[in-house]
């Protein structure tokens, strides 16, 4: 899993991204070529279909290869951001 996409997942789960956030990266995803099912069926949710997109996030991580993080790997994700803004 690449720093970007640890950093977005991070922020989502803390509330400092919305689903909307989400969709947005759905969104680069396919236009950059990435066109897995659930990837865009992320990329086309409306405003009232936001409760679907943590489910249809965490689907998409998978079709790519990725596991969604446990909330342990958080905890160390926040000490990291920690310690490079003190250094």
């Not at 720093?3 to 991204?17: D, G, H, R």
């Not at 865009?40 to 489910?55: C, D, P, T, Y």
């Amino acid at each position: 899993m690449t720093e970007e996409l640890l950093k977005l997942i991070f922020y989502f789960e803390s509330s400092a991204k919305t689903e909307l956030d989400i969709i947005q990266w759905a969104m680069n995803q396919v236009i950059n070529g990435n066109q897995s099912d659930a990837i865009l069926k992320l990329a086309n949710l409306s405003g009232n279909e936001e409760r679907h997109v943590k489910g249809l996030f965490k689907t998409a991580l998978e079709e790519m290869g990725y596991k969604y993080p446990q909330k342990e790997v958080f905890g160390i994700y926040r000490m990291k951001l920690i310690a490079e803004s003190v250094i």
